[in-house]
Nanobody
Framework: QVQLVESGGGLVQVGGSLRLSCATS??????YAWFRQAPGKERMFVAT????????YYADSVKGRFTISRDNAKNTVYLQMDSLKPEDTAVYYC???????????????????WGQGTQVTVSS
């Protein structure tokens, strides 16, 4: 059974850092992504990475502050979040697509596998 399991969320002060992990069991995928959903808002794209060559792409709102990466040996994808802001508060979801080629990188419908989410709260 394929599973994506997120961890690493928590409460952090403005300007702080957190690292989220997404552990994959059952198989590896061609593309991974992180999305986030704030209360009362739609689930939004954060970052994406191709498993084979590590090509990355970020939402403008996190560019320069967040870094998506992978550990091939551990079948794990990470999201390093630095210089956190209150507007980064959300539930963060790991997502995966079977192949690296998807219709739209930033569209949640391009990803068929999802984790359960992990809460990130940035306090001011």
């Amino acid at each position: 059974q394929v599973q994506l399991v997120e961890s690493g969320g928590g409460l952090v002060q403005v300007g702080g850092s957190l690292r989220l992990s997404c552990a994959t069991s059952g198989r590896t995928f061609g593309r991974y992504a992180w999305f986030r959903q704030a209360p009362g808002k739609e689930r939004m794209f954060v970052a994406t990475l191709t498993w084979s060559i590590g090509y990355t792409y970020y939402a403008d709102s996190v560019k320069g502050r967040f870094t998506i990466s992978r550990d091939n040996a551990k079948n794990t994808v990470y999201l390093q979040m630095d210089s956190l802001k209150p507007e980064d508060t959300a539930v963060y979801y790991c997502a995966a697509a079977t192949t690296y080629s998807v219709p739209t990188l930033t569209n949640r419908d391009s990803y068929g596998y999802w984790g359960q989410g992990t809460q990130v709260t940035v306090s001011s």
